[in-house]
């Protein structure tokens, strides 16, 4: 990649970090982590699981002790509860609760929704690419902080 194409790249992050920006205001006291962490959680339970902290660390790819604190604030928020294990006491769960749910509903699931139907002419493979040399981008550059 030529030095000028790198220059293209970045801006078009920059353009990228406006975009999110663009997304829905969220409600006092609600952030993009909390949806973010919400969206994972909600993923999971569908799928069956009893979520555990270390679950949610191995989806983001985030440190357990940074996804313990964001947890026990979402739980004083009510977005999430937490249960121990009646088997082993060790085995904390999480689980969204309703409030958590319909947060879920509003900014992930409706939202990316009527997105879906405006962006429709972006095929899964340009997609994929974008999201591979994004991904590739953030490698070299972390390696570089």
């Known amino acids: 990649m030529t030095k000028e194409k790198i220059k293209q790249v970045m801006d078009a992050c920059y353009q990228a970090k406006r975009v999110r920006?663009?997304?829905?205001?969220?409600?006092?006291?609600?952030?993009?982590?909390?949806?973010?962490?919400?969206?994972?959680?909600?993923k999971l339970e569908l799928d069956g699981a009893d979520v555990k902290v270390s679950d949610i660390s191995d989806e983001l790819g985030l440190p357990r002790?940074?996804?313990?604190?964001?947890?026990?604030?979402?739980?004083?928020?009510?977005?999430?509860?937490?249960?121990?294990?009646?088997?082993?006491?060790?085995?904390?769960?999480?689980?969204?609760t309703q409030t958590g749910r319909d947060l879920v509903d509003k900014y992930v699931d409706e939202y990316f929704t009527d997105l879906e139907e405006m962006l429709r002419d972006i095929t899964d493979e340009d997609a994929d690419i974008m999201i591979a040399t994004i991904e590739k981008l953030y490698d070299v550059m972390s390696k570089r902080s």
């Open 21 to 42: 920006d663009m997304m829905p205001k969220l409600p006092n006291g609600v952030t993009p982590t909390h949806i973010h962490y919400l969206d994972v959680i909600t």
């Open 65 to 96: 002790s940074g996804v313990t604190k964001t947890i026990n604030g979402m739980e004083q928020l009510g977005f999430v509860e937490k249960k121990t294990s009646d088997a082993d006491g060790r085995f904390v769960y999480i689980r969204s």
